[in-house]
């Protein structure tokens, strides 16, 4: 499996994102594995050992952990971690300040406005996917029609990405909410099945038992809590991150609109001022 894994990586077939899947995957199929034949030693070691007071057998933390989950809370909360990651992998690549703000990009499109090579600084900005290339091509659109109409429309842009940006941003605090709340129904659960064997009558339950219910149903709570913990960092996290970004964005997409506004008055300024002397100078 890891083999396949290395050779899909270098092939560079597959994206980023697509090989933390492989990998989590390729992590599932060994724990699973492995789970499978400790739980097909464990009768063997159960059949050389018959006397009624054999000694408990030591389990690790994490099998615990395994057998805890079940086949409900288990699944769930593994397709919720999967989604965690690939959330925070997602925001990871697209929330970074040279994506959003490329410093090529503000060093191109200043030569070419010096340059007075308008049409070519506007087409820069139209390719360009970044949010500063989106929010400069919606302010340039709107230039003819003022500087204040034009910072207008790229506000409106940055508010426009930054919202959409937000969406994804709000899945992490979900994850965060619903952790706690997914292991607290776990917990529940497993405290009601122990209750039920302590109230049944007619029997002494054995307080061995009731504790490991116990220590299993707390195990979800644990899980549940270990998903949320993350989930919230990472909200707060990003959501101040685009913050900063819309905040940068903001300004330098304004400074270049001004010194853009500027120099195209400047340009068409510069043929009429022959043209003005050349007119005043049969007055004289």
């Not at 499996?1 to 390729?26: C, E, N, P, Q, W």
Request: glycine share 8%; charged share 15%; hydrophobic share 45%.
């Amino acid at each position: 499996m890891l083999t396949l894994i290395k050779g899909i990586f270098m092939s560079g077939t597959l994206s980023r994102f697509s090989v933390i899947l492989l990998v989590l995957v390729a992590f599932l199929f060994s724990t699973n594995s492995s789970y499978a034949f400790q739980e097909g030693a464990a009768p063997a070691a159960e059949k050389k050992d018959d006397g009624e007071n054999k000694p408990a057998q030591n389990t690790s933390l994490f099998m615990h952990i395994l057998k805890s989950a079940g086949w409900v809370f288990g699944p769930l909360i593994m397709a919720i971690s999967i989604a965690l990651i690939a959330l925070v992998c997602l925001l990871a690549m697209e929330l970074r300040m040279v994506t959003s703000i490329p410093p090529n990009f503000v060093e191109e499109f200043t030569d070419l406005v010096n340059k007075k090579q308008f049409k070519q600084a506007f087409d820069i900005a139209k390719e360009d996917g970044s949010f500063l290339g989106r929010v400069m091509s919606q302010g340039m659109s709107r230039l003819q029609y003022g500087i204040e109409d034009a910072r207008e429309s790229a506000y409106n842009m940055v508010d426009s990405i930054k919202a959409s940006k937000e969406v994804s941003i709000t899945y992490l605090s979900t994850i965060g909410t619903l952790g706690p709340l997914i292991g607290l129904v776990g917990t529940v659960f497993g405290m009601i099945l122990s209750f039920m064997e302590l109230g049944r009558p007619g029997s002494t339950p054995r307080p061995d038992k009731l504790a490991d219910g116990i220590s299993h149903a707390l195990v979800v709570t644990l899980l549940g809590i270990g998903l949320s913990v993350p989930a919230i960092f990472f909200h707060a996290f990003y959501r101040n991150r685009l913050i900063k970004i819309s905040m940068d964005t903001s300004l330098i997409a304004d400074d270049l609109l001004t010194q853009m506004y500027h120099s195209t008055k400047k340009a068409a300024g510069q043929p009429a001022a022959p043209t003005a002397a050349g007119a005043g100078a049969p007055a004289k």
